[in-house]
Nanobody, 123 residues
């Protein structure tokens, strides 16, 4: 599968953005898909995942602000982000695995990665 992330941009604190991860060459519903992010000078961190089964996982600190969803008709996974804060500034990556075995929170579980989309939240 090839992944294309989009939807990033510049937003003021308290605002919202919707990121999209479009899959080509394959059906996204057959993959476990996650969003990760990496801020400057920091390690990449897990944000949210949606399994093939539809089960959803979030980092607790983002639960309630971020919503991950999948649209099989559009072959896409989205991440709706609200109440954004400057600490959310990062490059956001989508990633996919044919079958996560273990923790959905670990980046090494994912074999396919999109190119990343920049999210910048101004104060």
């Amino acid at each position: 599968v090839q992944l294309q992330a989009s939807g990033g941009g510049l937003v003021q604190a308290g605002g919202s953005l919707r990121l999209s991860c479009a899959a080509s060459v394959g059906s996204i519903s057959t993959y476990d898909v996650a969003w990760f992010r990496q801020a400057p000078g920091k390690e990449r961190e897990f944000v949210a995942a949606i399994a093939r089964s539809g089960a959803i996982y979030y980092v607790e600190t983002m639960r309630g602000r971020f919503t991950i969803s999948r649209d099989d008709a559009k072959n896409m996974v989205s991440l709706q982000m609200s109440s954004l804060a400057p600490d959310d500034t990062a490059v956001y990556f989508c990633a996919a695995s044919t079958a996560v075995r273990g923790s959905y929170y670990r980046d090494h579980q994912y074999d396919y990665w999109g190119q990343g989309t920049q999210v910048t939240v101004s104060s």
